[in-house]
């Protein structure tokens, strides 16, 4: 699966990696290397932090499954418990 970046945030990460590498290498990079930098990085390390972050989503996920029986969970054959609570109240 490719990871596609619209224009504009394709630009903006483009001018992130140059300003990174100029304030951090004092080496300054044209638009069409950080671009080509920016294919490397979204093609080789992307599917590592896309699929780290599905991996989350799972988890979390599942956490929020297995909290639905007690979240949501009714007591069965509970109208004569009900009915025997009321008449005890009054």
């Given at each position: 699966m490719s990871i596609d970046l619209s224009k504009e945030l394709r630009q903006q990460a483009i001018a992130s990696i140059?300003?990174?590498l100029r304030q951090n290498t004092d080496e300054e990079i044209g638009n069409m290397a950080?671009?080509?930098l920016l294919n490397f990085f979204l093609e080789e390390l992307g599917p590592?932090?896309?699929n780290k972050a599905v991996a989350d989503v799972q988890e979390?996920?599942?956490m929020r499954v297995s909290e639905l029986d007690i979240e949501i969970h009714e007591d069965e054959f509970?109208?004569?418990r009900r009915l025997d609570r009321r008449r005890l109240a009054k």
């Open positions: 140059e300003r990174y950080a671009g080509a590592v932090v896309y979390r996920l599942q509970a109208y004569w």
